[in-house]
Nanobody, 123 residues
Framework: VQLQASGGGLVQPGGSLRLACAAS????????VAWFRQAPGKEREVISCIMRTSTTTSYADSVKARFTISRDGAKNTVSLQMNNLKSEDTAVYYC?????????????????WGQGTLVTVSS
C-alpha cells in the first residue's frame, strides 16, 4: 500500500504545474485525499483535500482560486493543478489518504503518505 507523488519541478512565478498522487494497493475512491506542503523552516500545512464520499473539495485561503484538486478514478490518482504560482508556494508537496469521511485535524489521522515532491517557484 503506497502513494507516489510526482510532478514537482522548477517553475517561474505565474507559471503552472500539475502534481499527481498515484496509489497502489488501495482504491483512492474510498479515501479522503489531501495535499500538504512544507516549506523550509515551517510546519506542514494542508492546502487542499477531496472527500471520500463525494466530490466535495476544500482549499486553504493561500491557494484558493489558484489550485484545483481532482480525482481520476480510472487512473486511481488525485491531482493538484497549480496555476499562477508564487514564490511563497515553494515547498515540498505531499499527498496523504485517510479512510475517514472528513479531514482529520492532525496529520496522524492519515493512513498513508506519499514521499513528497519538490516545487520551486523562482525566476
Amino acid at each position: 500500500v503506497q502513494l507516489q507523488a510526482s510532478g514537482g519541478g522548477l517553475v517561474q512565478p505565474g507559471g503552472s504545474l500539475r502534481l499527481a498522487c498515484a496509489a497502489s494497493g488501495l482504491n483512492l475512491r474510498s479515501y479522503t485525499v489531501a495535499w500538504f506542503r512544507q516549506a523550509p523552516g515551517k510546519e506542514r500545512e494542508v492546502i487542499s483535500c477531496i472527500m471520500r464520499t463525494s466530490t466535495t473539495t476544500s482549499y486553504a485561503d493561500s491557494v484558493k482560486a489558484r489550485f484545483t484538486i481532482s480525482r481520476d478514478g480510472a487512473k486511481n490518482t488525485v491531482s493538484l493543478q497549480m496555476n499562477n504560482l508564487k514564490s511563497e508556494d515553494t515547498a515540498v508537496y505531499y499527498c496523504a489518504a485517510t479512510r475517514r469521511t472528513y479531514l482529520p485535524r492532525s496529520i496522524s489521522g492519515f493512513d498513508v503518505w506519499g514521499q513528497g515532491t519538490l516545487v520551486t517557484v523562482s525566476s
